[in-house]
């Protein structure tokens, strides 16, 4: 910056000495002061804007029935028109329901099974109270799954590596029985995690 300001100090000099023609430097000086300013603000606006597009299209995937059915402050719910759990089932002190009511003595690691209409996942667990997204308007629900005294003590990183891997999420595509998958494909919606968090995990207010 400081040649820069120097050739403006020296255009104005030579002007003032009547020795170049004024108005052309000054405007060239002005265009190209344009572009810096511009540069430096541009991309930070542009980038808030990124950041919010893709927060809203993440939004509409952690907004739906397949995800919060689970991320529930009191027990799971079931169903595209989200009903109780039938039977009836607890968060447990592990999220893994009470003693003799374990999801695992229902829900398989390996895979849905489409006899019993009951649908399984490696880890298949309740999600900690802290991740419950009830009721959330979507500012709020990302400065939830943002902070890491609730989202499990991630990084914004760490969210997008777990978006791409976790065996409950990977479900949510291929739920088995009448179950609606999610509408994106799983890779365009990690894109649109990493997105989000590249360009400054912005949230709407
Ligand atoms: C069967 C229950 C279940 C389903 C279905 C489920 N989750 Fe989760 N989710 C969990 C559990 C359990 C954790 C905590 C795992 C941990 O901390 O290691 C979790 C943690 C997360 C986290 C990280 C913590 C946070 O709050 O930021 C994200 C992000 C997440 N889930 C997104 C999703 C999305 C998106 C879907 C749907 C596509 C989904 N989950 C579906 C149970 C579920
Ligand atoms: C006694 C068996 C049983 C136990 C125990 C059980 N579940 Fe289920 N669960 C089912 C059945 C059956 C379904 C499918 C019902 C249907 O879709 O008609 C289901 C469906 C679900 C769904 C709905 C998925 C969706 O989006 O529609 C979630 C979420 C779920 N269970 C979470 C849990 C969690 C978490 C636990 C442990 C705390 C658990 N379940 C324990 C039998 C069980």
């Known amino acids: 910056m400081a040649a820069f300001q120097a050739k403006i100090y020296e255009l104005f000099r030579s002007a003032a000495a009547g020795k170049s023609p004024f108005w052309i430097g000054a405007g060239v000086a002005g265009a190209a002061f344009a572009v810096a300013v511009l540069s430096i603000v541009l991309p930070r606006g542009g980038d808030r804007e990124a950041s919010l597009g893709a927060w809203d299209r993440v ?31 607890v968060r447990g002190h592990d999220n893994q329901g ?67 891997d976790d065996s409950l999420i ?15 494909p799983h890779y365009v919606f990690v894109e649109f995690v990493d997105e989000w968090v590249r360009t400054g995990a912005h949230c709407p207010d």
């Open 59 to 89: 939004a509409s995937v952690l907004q739906h029935r397949r995800c919060l059915n689970c991320h529930q402050s009191n027990e799971p719910l079931q169903g595209d028109n989200p009903r109780r759990h039938t039977p009836r089932v």
């Open 170 to 184: 990977h479900w949510a595509w291929a739920p088995g029985g009448e179950r609606k998958p999610i509408p994106i």
């Open 98 to 164: 009470a003693p003799g009511m374990r999801c695992s003595s229902c829900h398989g690691e390996q895979r849905n099974n489409e006899a019993s209409r009951v649908p399984g996942a490696a880890h298949w667990k309740f999600a900690p109270r802290s991740m419950s997204w009830a009721g959330l308007s979507a500012g709020a629900l990302c400065r939830t799954i943002k902070d890491p005294a609730k989202n499990g003590g991630r990084s914004p990183r760490a969210l997008v590596k777990h978006v791409e």
